[in-house]
Nanobody
Framework: QVQLVESGGGLVQAGGSLRLSCEASGTFVSINDIGWYRQAPGKQRELVARIRRGGSTNYADSVKGRFTISRDNAKNTVYLQMNSLKPEDTAVYYC?????????????????WGQGTQVTVSS
């Protein structure tokens, strides 16, 4: 069983910063892609940023230049540094990981989601 636990959300004023963390725990072989999505009330869940095991990244246009994703493979943790926050960044932020699990000798990849952490940016 694999669990993703997010932390670091909260309430911040516009222009402020927050740092989200997501740690993977459980029994698995490795983590391939891992990233952050967000869902605002009444809207679909959208990609915020994603990082591959080798370190290459991609970002939503709306956060480029303000957010930075990074990962610590030794700690099975991904981070999202969010600067210059705007009210439109308000959402529940979810961690998602593509995790390689050894299943009866087969290495299979599964997608896991965290429970989400609320980020609220006041104007």
């Amino acid at each position: 069983q694999v669990q993703l636990v997010e932390s670091g959300g909260g309430l911040v004023q516009a222009g402020g910063s927050l740092r989200l963390s997501c740690e993977a725990s459980g029994t698995f072989v490795s983590i391939n892609d891992i990233g952050w999505y967000r869902q605002a009330p009444g809207k679909q869940r959208e990609l915020v940023a994603r990082i591959r095991r080798g370190g290459s990244t991609n970002y939503a246009d709306s956060v480029k230049g303000r957010f930075t994703i990074s990962r610590d493979n030794a700690k099975n943790t991904v981070y999202l540094q969010m600067n210059s926050l705007k009210p439109e960044d308000t959402a529940v932020y979810y961690c998602n990981a593509e995790v390689v699990v050894d299943t009866a000798g087969l290495k299979l990849t599964y997608s896991y989601w965290g429970q989400g952490t609320q980020v609220t940016v006041s104007s």
